[in-house]
């Protein structure tokens, strides 16, 4: 027995695991097509020197890297935006702007197999190229909450938490903190959702705050929704940004699904301005979806400096937010077309039948041995046929056949020219 | 600059290039459909030991192989099969037969990138797990022809040329040659195509057959199309079944595009019964796609003998061979609605319209930033927007919008509820 050959974190998608899988990605693409994205996709393996210009840390201590035959260091891609950028390098100077792409890409990592990460999954990409900061950032959200809005998720279930990473610098730079501080700043915030507030607290008395920065990081954390940024004396461009990019999402009826959250910086420090991650609304998961705009990025792959968006969103949190919800459909085959013969004579004019109907885009069956009706019947409720055409019942001699619907059990005769023009 | 960090024999997908792929796949996907096939998809990293079971040679020097972080002996798949058997082998007990299962699997090799190969690819493999020799391969075969034809390739393009193992493998024991010889027999037969005649010639001389044998070898390769092979006196099980599959091609209407050749015999070791191989006419270039029986291969993966058959099916060969013939759609953009708004107080209505519009499932654009109408009518244009829709030019404050055809040219005026429900 070999039955020990798969991969740690690997998955096998069974029929009905896959049919899950397509049922989250059919969303996702119908989604960024309705908004006019344009698909594009690149390779699974990559220059490990790809991923070592812009990466962040933890990325590349979970790549799988390996050297080739030909002596060429590559690693399997952990993520599409070393891609994106690359491919976009290309491009940029001919391409007319913005550009709208997305893709869904398999990516893999080697982190510890657990509830919401797997050492391969799928990830939703949606950027715009060569758009500053405005209406493009609101559709870029807009098309991963109508995502989750087409997957059956409701404002109920989750929420787009917004911040703005230049209204967070300034502001810390305004405290008088140093870019490194900033940057150790940043960090203790991204993680204390995953902490205790106690070793948040510690993080924050590392860093030897005096009395007027305390006042100042206590104000900041005190900012619980676009109201109180408002009513905040202190300003930067920042925070204009935000307030904007409230007031469009407004406009574009995505707000109920929306909120400020100052503690979203994110992680990698590509990001400039807008910054987002969406939540399940009981926080019991990781980030289903994490973007923002990052204008500085792709001139370090080779292009020019221009501004850019987007967010990723993996299959792995959200199939489980979806299947927690009841909101994965349940598999079942579905047959339209069960053929059965009587006789082995029937076979030629069943194949021409089931050919047609095949070409009309009907999904049609018949078994493949000749056996009796009874158990060619018993095939047809097996695999849920709707209806069962039965051939060489001709007792008449008038080429018919019968269709029997096998939700109501009605039987009707039926001329071959039904099925063949 | 750092433009040379794409992988040689890697591909980047443009959006054209992937609308290409995307188009190939679909016609695959949905012809498998029809069939009721089921899809399913395995890991794109297996473990090495899943490649040494059965893969050829070839296969195995081929291989991206590495090591992981965690120790572990792994390889990107270079083919479907090996993971089809290993899936199966944890199923085929409690599953109802046949399982007919298809998948359209992302595949590495590392191989020359040259005409027809690159060194990733996606296959279409169809399969049929549990069905014994007959109208389960005529099927298979089937779904390879209708792909193509759904593809705009007709019987004049391409030819499924279709032997049988059994029947070589017999007819090559009948004229007194040892297992051993008959499997080097197999590989010049299979290479024949590849190199001029003389080579041929000379590899056979080299197995120093004797009269009889060289006569009955001379009588096999003469062999043209099933009226040859009925004429012929000798006899075994694999001709039997040879024209029992073409009468069954003929009922099924395929026969136009098939034809047995006896040169086709398959590479891999583990075929039984039927093989085929599909060709462009010219056959100018590699298979297009090869299959067959193989009734022993699955018990080899953990898995109890269980007979199957299958084939697979590259996206590379097959687009040149499209590409030749001019059957890959030219790309554009499909944008349905472009919305234009005369100033910043529409964008509101604007972006409810654009809603509901994707809601219904149109593609729709409008730009992120406010510019003079022309520029906005020249970005959609520009586009291909096949109908504009104007927001702001209520002269009459009747809350009407303008509705231009960009075909036709015609303007109508149009309410917001025509497109609010």
Chains 1, 2 share one sequence.
């Not at 990605?25 to 960024?32: G, Q």
């Not at 007031?247 to 503690?263: I, K, N, P, R, T």
């Not at 018919?400 to 009605?410: A, F, I, N, P, S």
Request: glycine share 8%.
């Amino acid at each position: 027995m070999k039955s020990d050959l798969s991969v740690r974190g690997m998955r096998d998608y069974y029929p009905d695991v896959y049919s899950r899988l397509q049922h989250i990605i059919n969303a996702w693409r119908k989604t960024a097509l309705c908004y006019g994205f344009e698909e594009f996709e690149g390779p699974v393996i990559e220059s490990l020197d790809l991923y070592k210009i812009k990466s962040g840390d933890e990325i590349i201590r979970q790549l799988y890297n390996f050297t080739d035959k030909g002596g060429r260091e590559l690693a399997l891609r952990p993520e599409l935006t070393p891609t994106l950028a690359r491919m976009i390098a290309k491009v940029q100077s001919e391409a007319p702007k913005p550009i709208k792409w997305f893709s869904i890409p398999r990516c893999m990592r080697y982190e510890k197999p657990q509830k919401g990460r797997l050492r391969e999954f799928f990830q939703f990409n949606v950027d715009i190229i060569g758009e500053e900061e405005g209406l493009g950032d609101v559709e870029v959200i807009s098309v991963a909450i109508d995502s989750l809005v087409a997957l059956g998720l409701t404002e109920r279930d989750f929420v787009v938490k917004i911040n703005n990473r230049d209204f967070v610098s300034e502001y810390f730079k305004s405290m008088g903190v140093s870019e490194d501080i900033s940057l150790r700043l940043y960090k203790i915030i991204d993680n204390a959702r995953k902490v205790d507030e106690q070793t948040t607290r510690d993080a924050i008395d590392e860093l030897n705050f005096n009395q007027a920065q305390k006042k100042a990081l206590d104000d900041y954390l005190a900012i619980k929704n676009i109201q109180d940024l408002k009513s905040l004396s202190y300003t930067n461009d920042g925070k204009e940004a935000l307030i904007y990019i409230f007031s469009l999402l407004e406009a574009a009826g995505m707000d109920d699904f929306c909120s400020l959250d100052v503690a979203v910086v994110r992680g990698l420090d590509y990001y400039t301005g807008t910054v987002y991650e969406i939540y399940d609304r009981s926080e019991r998961m990781r980030a289903i979806c994490g973007g923002g705009r990052y204008n500085h990025l792709l001139k370090e792959f080779g292009g020019i400096e221009i501004p850019a968006c987007g967010f990723g969103m993996g299959d792995v949190v959200l199939g489980e937010v979806l299947a927690e919800k009841g909101l994965l459909p349940a598999y079942s085959r579905q047959i339209d077309y069960f053929l059965v013969r009587i006789t082995e004579e029937e076979l030629g004019t069943l194949l021409k039948v089931a050919h047609s109907l095949r070409q009309k885009g009907f999904i049609v069956e018949h078994t493949y041995r000749p056996l009796a009706v009874k158990k060619q019947m018993a095939r047809a409720s097996k695999v849920g046929a709707n209806k069962v055409v039965i051939f060489g019942a001709d007792e008449l001699g008038d080429g018919k056949v019968t269709e029997k619907d096998m939700l109501t059990g009605k039987e009707l005769k039926k001329a071959l020219t039904d099925y063949i023009q």
